[in-house]
């Protein structure tokens, strides 16, 4: 993203910068530079804040209280930010931003290749595809924009997916994996596509050329839509079912505690969404944007082709994009261990020089005596600063005030029922215990989840492919999901069929779309294919684990090791295990070819099982 990210804005512009920062500037930082940043970014003017009012106190009561708190921390001598002073009005709230302006790499459409530190050169290649960040819109537009990448880009029922990857629809199987488009919430609102493939060979200037004239093809066809055409009405389907969606989710979102101080989740929603309402003029706003999805769902019952006006106006077929495609190169990794050697020896080099001591050994133990001293200092320091009293009665369980109780279904099974006031949405959720299936089934265990949810249905004895269900399951019901839960704290693997109703009118939907995922998952020869891709992308993140943050995966092998005798658990939570088995399940359900073929390989494996006995048995070959 870095090459892409330059052409689009320039380099060293703020927008590009890493919020974790650059390691080379990180290495040379000291104390007075955080404080710096902090002084001259860490002001009022410079925050947001999202604040929930209990009904006991008003809206009037809370913001006197809160205008007293903010104006005794304002920094003296700072301009102080008032609602009423037009010359400030500008600096208000988390999206006002004063950046430079990009600067753009000429021409438009430049190719770039890069590398990335790869342990091995088979590994995968990238491609990403950015247009220029010359964006300005409102919310409705911005809307528009990311259903019409959700139903163009996003997900296994996309355009893109059915042409680049869907082995039963795409055009030609160039060994991508993955598509995906976004638009930047940076200034600009730079509009990008994104393709993984398991073949880095196929990523050449001249491929990435090629590959942008079918995205941009794929764009030409949807601007090409006749009114009122089949083609034309199937996109604006998925389009109306990701914006009913849309509208439960936030439902649910109003409905769930906050998770303020969270990233994620929910707490990373409400953040979002705050900012977004900075656009809207006026005090009360709705949190849901009713008034955006209604205008939205008046274009599309008109049965119009109006997403040509909106491809227009975000350019996409009049600026051709910036293309940056990257392949693995193992010397990298080589480079930067030479490289982290080279500075170590550079920082004894200094310490001996620091110290007037000739040994490597000596200069380091006089560095780690000083930094020492100066680490008990500090935390003098910090004793004489006196803590805030603990409070007085802490919850002594997860949730003293949650309602719930537990009562026995037939059969003597345990069912929990829990209540929440002012709540709207229904979770219903089956945990079944795992330790029943045979340790010789576990190879199934691993995709077991996927083949229930995302292969399709047989539904009141309708086949339901896999995309006209995605579209049933957002119109009729928040959601459900199927997945395995691994509790090693009371030793329970539980396969879960979880289910999410907006209103009690989808109960009913949740409960049938659970009882099909759990008895009538497609399991034709027909869907055969669908499977296999299912396996093949199941694959390829898989593979992909232990290139993200280490944070992210390091527990896993860990606990794999801890729970080596428990092959359940390997089976159902280590990515490592999980490769295998899915390897094995892609050998199962490959085309065997014809009977000659058959027995040649039938050969060939005796020939290696009986090698492996006289070598067991210490025979010579």
């Known amino acids: 993203w870095d090459p892409l990210s330059k052409m689009q804005y320039g380099d060293n512009h703020p927008v590009i910068n890493s919020s974790g920062g650059d390691p080379k500037a990180i290495r040379e930082m000291v104390p007075e530079d955080m404080w710096s940043f902090h002084g001259e970014f860490h002001q009022l003017e410079n925050m947001g804040a999202i604040v929930s009012i209990p009904d006991e106190i008003g809206i009037e009561q809370c913001l ?47 190719i770039k290749t890069a590398e990335y530190p790869g342990e091995s050169t088979q590994g995968p290649g990238y491609i990403a595809y950015g247009w220029r960040p010359e964006l300005d819109y409102g919310l409705e537009e911005e809307l528009a924009l990311n259903l019409f990448l959700g139903s163009f880009s996003n997900g296994e029922s996309s355009n893109l997916y059915d042409y680049f990857i869907n082995s039963q629809t795409r055009e030609a199987d160039l060994g991508i994996t993955s598509v995906g488009g976004s638009a930047s919430r940076d200034m600009g609102h730079p509009i990008t596509f994104s393709f993984d493939l398991n073949n880095n060979a196929y990523v050449t200037e001249e491929n990435i050329g090629n590959l942008r004239e079918k995205l941009i093809g794929q764009i030409k066809e949807v601007y090409d839509y006749a009114d009122g055409s089949d083609e034309l009405q199937h996109f604006n389907n998925e389009v109306q079912s990701l914006l009913e969606n849309r509208k439960k989710r936030f439902t ?7 998770m303020f101080g969270f990233r994620r989740g929910r707490a990373g929603a409400w953040f979002f969404r705050f900012k977004q309402l900075e656009k809207v003029d006026g005090f009360r706003k709705s949190v849901v944007g009713m008034d955006c999805i209604a205008s939205l769902e008046k274009q599309l019952e008109t049965g119009n082709n109006f997403w040509r006006e909106y491809i227009d106006g975000w350019k996409l077929l009049t600026v051709e994009p910036y293309a940056v495609g990257v392949t693995p190169n193992p010397e990298l990794i080589e480079k930067s261990k030479l490289e982290k050697e080279i500075r170590l020896a550079g920082y004894v080099d200094e310490f001996k020089l620091q110290y007037g001591v000739e040994e490597d050994a000596k200069a380091i133990a006089l560095y780690k005596e000083e930094f020492d001293q100066n680490t008990k200092a500090l935390e003098e320091q910090e004793k004489q600063g006196e803590l805030p009293k603990f409070i007085d009665n802490p919850p002594m369980s997860y949730d003293e005030q949650l309602n719930y109780e537990v009562l026995e279904l037939q059969g003597e099974i345990p069912f929990v029922v829990s209540s929440f006031d002012h709540m709207s949405s229904s979770t219903i959720g089956v945990a079944m215990g795992m330790n029943v299936v045979e340790e010789s089934d576990l190879v199934y265990v691993t995709l077991l989840p996927a083949i229930m949810s995302r292969i399709g249905v047989i539904k009141d004895s309708e086949v339901i492919e896999f995309e006209e269900m995605q579209t049933r399951l957002r119109r009729e019901v928040l959601g459900v999901q199927v997945y395995v839960d691994a509790n090693m704290s009371t030793g329970r693997i539980e396969l879960v069929v979880r289910g999410l109703a907006n209103n009690r009118e989808e109960i009913p939907n949740v409960i049938g779309w659970m009882e099909t995922f759990l008895s009538d998952p497609l399991l034709t020869q027909e869907n055969l294919p669908r499977m296999l891709d299912i396996i093949d992308q199941y694959l390829v993140g898989l593979r992909q684990t232990m290139k993200r943050g280490e944070e992210s995966w390091v527990d896993d092998p860990t606990n794999a090791y801890r729970l080596q005798k428990n092959p359940l658990y390997l089976s159902t939570s280590s990515f490592l295990t999980k490769v295998h088995n899915l390897q094995r399940l892609r050998w199962m359900l490959t085309e065997t070819g014809n009977r000659k073929a058959r027995n040649n390989l039938e050969d060939f494996l005796d020939h290696l099982e009986e090698l492996r006995w006289r070598l067991l048995k210490g025979i010579g070959a």
């Not at 001598?77 to 990009?102: A, C, Q, R, V």
């Open 64 to 110: 006197d209280q809160l205008d007293k708190i903010l104006t005794s921390v304002q920094n003296p001598g700072k301009e102080t930010i008032t609602y009423d002073n037009p010359e400030s009005i500008n600096k208000l709230g988390m999206s006002k931003y004063d950046f430079p302006e990009p600067k753009m790499a000429e021409p438009s459409g430049l």
């Open 252 to 258: 649910l979102i109003l409905d769930s505690p906050p």
